[in-house]
């Protein structure tokens, strides 16, 4: 296993701990609105220091993306980032719903090479490495094996900052009701991404992503045996923050019936 993934998974585990211990007391969490819908806790920002502080003892060079303190250049050249979630859910945790996780990748170069997803509530940990294949509890897993989208079971997520794409939403949403399995909207984008890895979903499509909601989860997917694009079927997700993604059959039915819903000024 690669030096910096082990490190990332401790990191993980220590805001895990954090979190899980937080969760018996939600009573007594001090909740605070960035803005309409979008809230973030005492846990939050005790589980992202954490884990700054467990990568920076190890790799204290690397630069730092992370959602709640934004971004910290390191020591170096800016070659190597980290990207940061401590607490992926954060309404669902508010709620007392247990579908949250901690999302983890390091880039070198703008290109996600290791990545940790941990579910603090099933102690479930995923975990990826570009070349290396990924791994739940350090079992490989693949993608799963169907083919038709008629068959298949699609995640996502709703709006709940800008609405201003909610009727284009609901017109994909409507379609895709129609010709898939079931559609399913938990909340927790990384653990979205991290369920087309290991076949739990056969596809995802989101808008308007941060690039830590999805930075480690892509490389689970595309380490697993999946896809995953932009709206235009290209790799700039993380800077567009639009992401489909599925097994290799399903998600180019899926990405098309996105695409022939978009208006131009959408696509990216």
């Known amino acids: 296993m ?24 939600l009573d007594l969490l001090k909740v605070t609105a960035k803005q309409p819908n979008d809230f973030v806790t005492e846990v939050d920002k ?29 020591k170096g050249d800016g070659e190597y980032q980290w990207i940061i979630d401590p607490l992926d859910g954060t309404t669902n945790f508010i709620h007392g719903m247990p579908q949250y996780a901690v999302s983890i990748a390091l880039a070198k170069g ?12 099933r102690n479930e940990l995923f975990t990826a490495s570009k070349g290396g294949g990924a791994f739940l509890n350090e079992r490989r897993i693949r993608v799963s094996r169907r083919t038709r989208l008629g068959e298949s079971l699609i ?38 991404l991290a369920y087309v ?46 992401l489909v993604a599925g097994t290799p059959k399903v998600f180019g039915p899926l990405l098309k019936i996105i695409q022939d819903k978009l208006p131009d000024s959408v696509r990216g």
């Not at 910096?4 to 401790?10: D, P, V």
């Not at 005790?46 to 467990?54: D, L, P, R, V």
């Not at 703008?110 to 509530?121: I, L, T």
């Open 46 to 74: 005790a589980a992202e220091a954490a884990i700054i502080q467990t990568l920076q003892e190890a790799y204290p060079n690397y630069g730092i993306l992370a959602e709640e303190s934004g971004e910290t250049a390191g």
């Open 2 to 25: 690669h030096p910096a993934l082990n490190i990332a998974i401790k990191a993980a585990r220590r805001a895990g701990h954090i979190i899980n211990r937080a969760s018996n007391d």
């Open 155 to 192: 995640g996502t997520g709703f709006p709940y900052r800008m609405f201003d794409k909610i009727d284009l939403y609901l017109s994909i949403f409507k379609e895709l009701a129609e010709k898939t399995a079931g559609q399913r909207r938990p909340g927790a984008a990384s653990l979205d």
């Open 197 to 242: 890895a290991c076949g739990r979903y056969d596809g995802f499509w989101e808008f308007g992503l941060s690039p830590w909601d999805m930075a480690a989860g892509a490389l689970l997917i595309s380490e697993a045996g999946g896809l995953v694009s932009d709206l235009r079927g290209e790799a700039s997700y993380l800077e567009t923050g639009n």
């Open 110 to 121: 703008g290109v996600v090479e290791q990545a940790v997803v941990f579910d603090p509530n």
